[in-house]
């Protein structure tokens, strides 16, 4: 399939290539849909095996954050971007400076922001060169703890509908990825009176979670195995297709990772097993509300971040709400989560066409 092909396939308005050989960087930033307003999405920082592996990541992601951010009720489009090779060997300010200036030449049509291995002050040096980034820490900061408390409160809604009541006390929940956001989503449960089952690639976090929450530690292949009420996935996509959604013991999935289901077909296999899911641009979408609010709703009160904080917790709570119709929407077409929450978000979209 050609590169024209797979944008046609996936609805992209525009794909870029850049590159700087003597930074060693190389990256591919999709603009997906600008309908609702300029695209927003993080850039995401990995040693993809290959530049096929990169492009299919970016174009999953730039699709899912238009429906995210529609689904978010922000005036944005969707777009993301991958940068490939190495960060531990490839940061510096110089690359994030020059990365900056590629995005200048989009013209404004893309906003950047922190993803997997690009922090806040990776996006500050972005922002020496460019205006067209969100989430620096002397404005909104750090989105994790939005995107911990979305996924908190649509896992709250999920199980208001899967068990009856919102309460998370008792419940066993496996979190699979023990990041910025797992960690604190692990804090939130752990507040409430939730068992804890947890899995990381970093050992230290593993611990560190295990020693400070009760945590306890599952390896890599029982993680998607363990007995718990709701599965979490915390760390990169597409780690449920249907050949393993089989083996799950939970009653629910709510996570913070995006693009959780390799394709439709899995949406629809986890709903013939009676596992609800809560799509992932769902309830994860407290970060990108925190950052969208620089740009849309009257920007980001920097001189009161007290009130600012409260104004945006306010929002991301209503990923309660919005968790609940989805789920509702799917019961009432009798189709999946999955396909509900794409009909809802498109539909969003849809009506701001001209």
């Keep these: ?17 850049v590159r700087d050989e003597a930074l060693g960087l190389k990256a591919i930033i999709a603009i997906h849909d600008t309908t609702l307003g300029p695209a927003l999405g993080g850039s995401r920082f990995r040693n993809y095996a290959t530049e096929e592996e990169a492009l299919f990541d970016v174009l999953r992601l730039s699709r899912g954050m238009t429906l995210k951010n529609a689904t978010a009720g922000l005036a944005l489009g969707g777009g993301k971007a991958v940068l490939i090779g190495d960060p531990a060997k490839l940061k510096s300010r110089k690359f994030f400076n020059r990365y900056g200036e590629f995005i200048n030449s989009l013209g404004g049509k893309y906003y950047t922001a922190e993803d997997v291995n690009v922090g806040a002050d990776d996006v500050a040096m972005i922002g020496e060169t460019s205006k067209f980034v969100v989430g620096t820490p002397e404005i909104s900061g750090n989105p994790a703890p939005f995107t911990a408390r979305g996924v908190y409160m649509g896992m709250k809604a999920g199980a208001n509908a899967k068990f009856g009541s919102d309460s998370l006390k008792g419940k066993t929940v496996a979190v699979q990825g023990i990041g910025s956001v797992g960690r604190i989503l692990c804090e939130l449960l752990a507040k409430e009176g939730a068992t804890l089952k947890v ?27 363990t007995d718990c009420d709701v599965f979490a996935p915390c760390a990169m996509g597409a780690v449920l297709n249907t050949e393993n959604v089989g083996k799950l013991k939970c009653a629910l999935i709510a996570g913070a990772a995006n693009n959780v289901l390799m394709d439709a077909a899995t949406g629809d296999a986890l709903t013939k097993l009676d596992i609800l899911y809560l799509p992932d641009y769902v309830v994860n979408a407290g970060g990108v509300i925190n950052c969208g609010m620089e740009i849309v709703d009257g920007g980001y009160d920097k ?51 001209k």
């Design 303 to 353: 001189n009161d971040r007290q009130k600012q904080v409260a104004r945006i917790n306010q929002r991301v709570d209503g990923i309660y709400d919005t968790t609940l119709k989805i789920v509702a929407l799917a019961k009432e077409k009798n189709i999946s989560t999955y396909q509900a929450a794409e009909e809802h978000a498109l539909s969003i979209v849809k009506a701001g066409k």
């Design 1 to 17: 399939m050609t590169l024209l092909d797979q944008m046609s396939s996936y609805g992209h308005e525009q794909i870029v290539y």
């Design 199 to 225: 899995y990381d690639i970093n050992i230290a976090a593993v611990d560190k979670v295990a020693a400070d929450l009760g945590a306890v530690a599952v390896s890599a292949d029982e993680i998607l195995t």
